[in-house]
C-alpha cells in the first residue's frame, strides 16, 4: 500500500513514464522516484501551512432512483456533505559534526474532517493523526556516504455514525464509531561508495510497514440490514463494513555497480540485483460473525402475501501471503566517439514466486527477460537537436491480494429463510429454511494445482518510442514524439463458470449450486 509523505519532505521528485532503463522494473505504466531531503552545513528551519476550506469543493447533484415497487429512494445526498483539512509542516536542518554528519526532520501536524449525510445515516469523521520524518548522512571519509532515512505516516481515523430524519433532515442518535487505521514505519538504509576512479558501489535496505486494520463499536453485534421494498435500505445492526485485521509489509534489497571507461567511445558499465519479500496479512469476517438481510423477494420461491424473508450469510478469510521477487540487470551507456551517437544496451532478468497461507507455492515465473535499447543522436553536432529512439519489455508480477483471494481458506455461505418475526434487537425469528445452501467456499485451502493454469506465461508489455527533440536556450525545449504499447499478454483471476457450465451440460454432469470456480490465467491467450 502506498506511504503518505508530505511534499515538503521530497528534494526531488523524478517521473518516468515511458522507455526507462534496466534497472527499473515491476511496471508497465511508470515509475516515480522520490529523494528526501538532507542537511547541509547550514541550519536551516522553517514552516508553511496549507488549508483546504469546504467552500473551495466541489459537490456532486442530488441522486434518487425508483425501487422495484416504484418508491423513490435516495442514491447520493450532498446537501449535508462537508469537509475541510489543514496542514502544517515544521522543519530543521544542519550539520551535527561539520562536513561529516547531517541532520534533517519534518513534522506535519494534520487536521482532516468531514461529515455527509445519506436516506438513513449521518456521518462525521476526523483524522488529526501528525506525520514525522526525519535524515542522517555521514561521510566517514572521502568517497563513501552512509544514509539513514525514516518517517512515519501512521494514522487513525475515527467516524461517527447516527440516524438521520431525512424529512426533517435532523441528525439522531449514535449508532456506531469506526476507527480506521492506515499507514506505518519505514526505514531506509543506503551506502555509496567509490574504490578506484571510476568504480561506484550501492547498496540498499528498506522496510515498510502499512496498517489495514478497521474496528468499530458494534463489532460484536450481528450485521442485519433491512432491504424489503418500499423503503429504504438501512443498516439496524452492527457493522456495515468488514471487520479487518490487516497489515503489509515490505523488505527490498538491491545493490547496484557501476564502472565508467574509455573504449571506443565512453562507457558506463552498470549492473546489480534487487530482492524483494511482500507479505500480506489480513483477516476479514462479518460483524457478529454472521450476516442477515432482510427482503421481500426469495429467488425461484413465491413468499406468501404480506411474508417476507431473509438471507442468511457466512464469510471469514485470513492469513499470511508472500509475494518474493527478484531481478538481475546489465546496461551499457555507450557514447561513440565524437558524442553525437549515444546508444543504451540493457537486459533485465526478473522472476516472482506467490505463497498461499500455508506457505505453498501456488505459481512460480523465472527468467522473464527484458530488453531495454535506446539510442540518440545529435543531428547537427551543437547538441541543441537530436533524435532518439526505445525500445523495451515490461513485466508485473502478481500481488499479494491475489494471493488472499485466490488460495485463502475462505468459508462462504448463503441460505434463504422465513421470517416469524423480528425480536427487539433486529434478530431474525426464524421459519422454514427455502431451497438449498449455497456454498461459495468451504474454507479449504485450494490445491495450487485447481487454481493456477500450469501453463500460465509471463505478464508483459512492449513498447517503442521514437521521437525529435530541439533545445530553444538553456530553459527550453519542444519536442515531438511517439509512443507505440502492446500488452501481449496479461495475468488475471477470471471466473470459469460458463465454460465449466458448457462442459457438466455435454457431459450429463451437475456442478454444486453457487459454486465459482476462479482460476489464474492469460485471459485471451489460447
Known amino acids: ?27 508497465t505504466g511508470g515509475v516515480i522516484n522520490g529523494t528526501t531531503k538532507s542537511g547541509t552545513n547550514q541550519f536551516k528551519a522553517g514552516a508553511s501551512v496549507f488549508f483546504n476550506p469546504d467552500r473551495l469543493s466541489w459537490k456532486n447533484a442530488n441522486v434518487d432512483y425508483k425501487d422495484s415497487v416504484g418508491a ?45 449525510a445519506g436516506a ?5 469523521s476526523r483524522n488529526d493523526s501528525p506525520f514525522w520524518g526525519g535524515k542522517i548522512d555521514f561521510f566517514p571519509f572521502k568517497g563513501h556516504h552512509l544514509e539513514f532515512t525514516g518517517f512515519s505516516d501512521t494514522q487513525k481515523s475515527i467516524g461517527n455514525t447516527y440516524g438521520f430524519a431525512f424529512a426533517t433532515k435532523t441528525k439522531g442518535a449514535l449508532q456506531n464509531t469506526i476507527t480506521s487505521n492506515s499507514g506505518g514505519t519505514n526505514r531506509v538504509y543506503r551506502y555509496t561508495g567509490n574504490f ?83 507479505t500480506e496479512r489480513n483477516l476479514q469476517a462479518y460483524s457478529g460473525g454472521i ?13 406468501p402475501a404480506g411474508g417476507f424473508g431473509v438471507r442468511e450469510r457466512f464469510y471469514r478469510n485470513g492469513g499470511a501471503f508472500d509475494v518474493k521477487n527478484n531481478a538481475y540487470y546489465l ?15 540493457g537486459l533485465r532478468d526478473e522472476g516472482f514466486e506467490n505463497f498461499n497461507g500455508r506457505k505453498e507455492s501456488i505459481i512460480k515465473i523465472a527468467h522473464q ?42 468459508l462462504y455461505t448463503q441460505d434463504f429463510y422465513l421470517v416469524n ?30 487454481v493456477v493454469d500450469q501453463n500460465i506465461k509471463s505478464m508483459y508489455q512492449d513498447e517503442f518510442v521514437i521521437g525529435m527533440q530541439r533545445a530553444l536556450n538553456k530553459s527550453w525545449n519542444v519536442g515531438v514524439k511517439g509512443i507505440y504499447r502492446n500488452l501481449a499478454t496479461s495475468i488475471d483471476d477470471a471466473i470459469m463458470d460458463y465454460g465449466l457450465a458448457a462442459w457438466a451440460k455435454k457431459n450429463n454432469l451437475t456442478l454444486s449450486p453457487g459454486a465459482h470456480a476462479y482460476v489464474l490465467g492469460n485471459p485471451g491467450r489460447p
Not at 475541510?84 to 562536513?99: E, M
Not at 450476516?291 to 413468499?303: A, D, F, M, N
Not at 527477460?369 to 540518440?376: D, F, I, N, Q, V
Not at 427487539?424 to 421459519?431: I, L, R, W
Open 291 to 303: 450476516y442477515w438481510r432482510y427482503v421481500s423477494t426469495i429467488p425461484g420461491y413465491t413468499l
Open 1 to 27: 500500500s502506498p506511504s503518505s509523505v508530505p511534499f515538503d519532505f521530497y528534494e526531488q521528485l523524478e517521473i518516468k513514464n515511458e522507455a526507462y532503463a534496466s534497472d527499473t522494473g515491476r511496471s
Open 421 to 450: 418475526s423480528i425480536g427487539t434487537d433486529f434478530a431474525p425469528s426464524k421459519g422454514a429454511k427455502v431451497g438449498t445452501s449455497t456454498v461459495y467456499s468451504d474454507g479449504s485451502v485450494p490445491d495450487p494445482a485447481t
Open 120 to 124: 438513513t445515516t449521518y456521518s462525521e
Open 331 to 345: 546496461e551499457d551507456n555507450w557514447a561513440l566517439p565524437g558524442e553525437r551517437l549515444r546508444l543504451r544496451l
Open 369 to 410: 527477460w527484458a530488453p531495454r535499447l535506446g539510442a540518440s543522436y545529435d543531428l547537427n553536432g551543437d547538441r541543441r537537436t537530436k533524435l532518439f529512439a526505445n525500445y523495451g519489455r515490461y513485466m508485473l508480477p502478481i500481488a499479494a491480494n491475489t494471493n488472499y483471494r485466490l488460495a485463502g481458506g475462505e
Open 196 to 278: 578506484v576512479e571510476g568504480l561506484t558501489l550501492t547498496a540498499l535496505f528498506g522496510q515498510n510497514k502499512f496498517n489495514r486494520s478497521s474496528f468499530s463499536s458494534v463489532d460484536d453485534k450481528p450485521f442485519i440490514v433491512d432491504a424489503r421494498a418500499g423503503a429504504p435500505t438501512v443498516t439496524r445492526s452492527g457493522n456495515t463494513s468488514f471487520i479487518t485485521t490487516g497489515e503489509d509489509s515490505r523488505e527490498a534489497f538491491r545493490a547496484d555497480l557501476e564502472y565508467a571507461f574509455s573504449f571506443k567511445g565512453s562507457h558506463r558499465l552498470r549492473g546489480g540485483f534487487d530482492r524483494e519479500l511482500n
Open 72 to 116: 423513490t429512494q435516495i442514491y447520493r445526498y450532498t446537501d449535508h456533505s462537508w469537509a475541510q483539512s489543514a496542514d502544517a509542516n515544521f522543519y530543521a536542518s544542519g550539520p551535527i559534526v561539520k562536513n561529516k554528519l547531517f541532520y534533517y526532520g519534518l513534522y506535519q501536524v494534520r487536521d482532516s474532517r468531514s461529515k455527509g
